[in-house]
């Protein structure tokens, strides 16, 4: 079921290159996080260090803590190919595997885990589909091109395919900037339900985005260009758009910089 | 309008006439020139190949398709190609069986698995195999690679000879057999296999590659789920450029093999032959006619790689649907 996620001074590297400095906050779980803040503030690499997809690129490395309940991601001898089964990934743009029909998109992180049983993965698969919202609009073409979808399924898709494999947390890294807005209500939609049983986590561009989806909502920033990005503050949604403690805060949401 | 008030040279603009630059007519000129270039060329050989074919085949005392031996110039002439097409088919296997797997293991490496400071050392290397003139391949396989595989050829025929392939019908002749030129070959073509599947190796999009992380794969599993599908067709593609220099490999097989008009399965067995052997090793002492039916021989070759060509187009059309190109 869905995790505690407690980051205590996380600092993030590019090679010799700072771009997230000294964060701590707690997520908790069942709930939707925002994450907000100009470009380059570090909140997608933030993200990115909480399934260790950071390190994927080259030169990228991570100090400090993340814990999951009680197990840190980052302790010796943690396998990052078992953090990332645990917590799943939306991208920015939809990423369908363009090879594989819809199906099997959707059945490719099981297949992964060693569910080959047919009978279990059309369970899995359709229960994935429809706790995505997509299930009505697929259903008589499960064996067509994944990459065939309008964007917006698309994005359901992947959504689906994190979903199937049962993660206890789920980032999302601007998942509708790429979408039309039509598009981005049914995941805004979706993401209300998801957090029945997921964490989740999600960096947004859009202001009012996260006004509507998000419980609690993180303000990054950072200092100025090549300065590592910083948390800023971390509150309930309301409380950060109606009344924010830190004068920066209320500076951005309202528009006045950034 | 503007046009005309600023430039009085220009005629005002008559309806659906577009104006041309000079440059414009001048390269549409060029363009349209060379194209037309090359299909006139391409239209004199094949009619002069044809011709002097058909002369050669109308002559013909054996069958053209199913005559083992070469003699064009004895009268009457009886030539056939079978033991040629077996030959050049046998070894472009071997070659492929060989070539591909590692070919692609290596752009693999190249693009995924070594370090950058290895890989593009690495990738030099291949590319320096790939400048290496195919006379000198030849020479190397006929001086050091026939003797040192004598070993591996007596090994394959004590513990398969029972499958008849391998099988070694004299053990104390010379490794000269298609077996030997099929692994030269192999060594030929595998920089083409390489470097061409590295490039689309490259162009995978990140987004696939972390797509598959995100889900937990593993580096082998991320190569499976998202590469490997999408440089499918790319690969194909590469195996075919490489194909295509093994049937057409001239110098090093005429060098390495010892050609004798047997068709046999016993592929260790120092016989046998290819198209472009057999031209390079009659061609200079053949009369008119043994020329013209040489050249008849080129033409079947020309049509089985053409075959091929089209057979690979087939695989890669029918699963376009699928391939990365939509994404």
Redesign the interface.
Known sequence: MAKRIDVSGLTAYYGNHKAIDDISMTIEPRSVTAFIGPSGCGKSTFLRTL?R?HE?T?GGRVEGKVMLDDENLYAVGVDP?????TV??V?Q?P???????IYDNVA??LR??GTAKKQDLDTIVEKSLKGANLWNEVKDRLS??G??LSGGQQQRL?IA??IA?EPKVLLMDEPCSALDPISTLAVEDLIGELKERFTIVIVTHNMQQAARVSDRTAFFNLAGVGQPGKLVEIDDTERIFSNPSVQATEDYISGRFG | MTLSTTNTTIPPPKAQKVVTQPGDRIFLGLSRGSGILLLVIMAAIAIFLTVRAVHAISHDHGNFLSTFEWNADQTPPVFGIAVLAYGTIISSVIAMVIAVPIGVGIALFISHYAPRRLASPLAYLVDLLAAVPSIVYGLWGAIYLVPNLQGLNLWLNEYLGWTGIFHKTDPSSSARSLFTVGILLAIMVLPIITNVSREVFRQVPKAHEEAALALGATRWEVIRMAVLPFARSGIISASMLGLGRALGETMAVAIVLSASPQLTIHLLDPAGGTFAQNIAAKFGEATDFGRDALIASGLVLFVITLLVNGAARLIIARRKEYSGANA
Do not use: Y
């Open positions: 399934n997809m994927v080259p190919v078992a953090v990332r089964r799943g990934m991208f743009r990423n369908p595997f363009p090879t594989m029909s490719a992180g992964l885990n067509k091109p990459a065939g992947c395919r994190a494999v």
